[in-house]
Nanobody, 124 residues
């Protein structure tokens, strides 16, 4: 069983920064890609950012491009999301996800493993 453990959420003010981390544990696991999605109250789960290990290429939603950075210190099993210039529209539960097989990184169907989610709240 693979488990994803997220950390780093919290309550911040507009303009502040937060850093989310995610680590995989459990049985031997090697992913094709890892990513972050978020879900605001009453909304669907939306893509935020992902990193595909082949070529170490990063992908971002337009709404976070130039503000958020996805990276990893231990490729294929950990991923970090640095979030800068946060605004109230970024308020959501953020989920880490891992895809054991390669596919479109911006859709939930690609990911087999999900974390429990961490709350990010940005006050104005």
């Amino acid at each position: 069983q693979v488990q994803l453990h997220e950390s780093g959420g919290g309550l911040v003010q507009a303009g502040d920064s937060l850093r989310l981390s995610c680590a995989a544990s459990g049985r031997t696991f090697s992913s094709c890609a890892m990513g972050w999605f978020r879900q605001a109250p009453g909304q669907g789960r939306e893509f935020v950012a992902a990193i595909r290990w082949s070529g170490t290429r990063a992908y971002y939603a337009d709404s976070v491009k130039d503000r958020f950075t996805i990276s990893s210190e231990n490729p294929k099993t950990t991923v970090t999301l640095q979030m800068n210039s946060l605004n109230p529209e970024d308020t959501a539960v953020y989920y880490c996800a891992a895809a054991p097989y390669c596919g479109s990184v911006d859709i939930t169907e690609t990911y087999h493993y999900w974390g429990q989610g961490t709350q990010v709240t940005v006050s104005s």
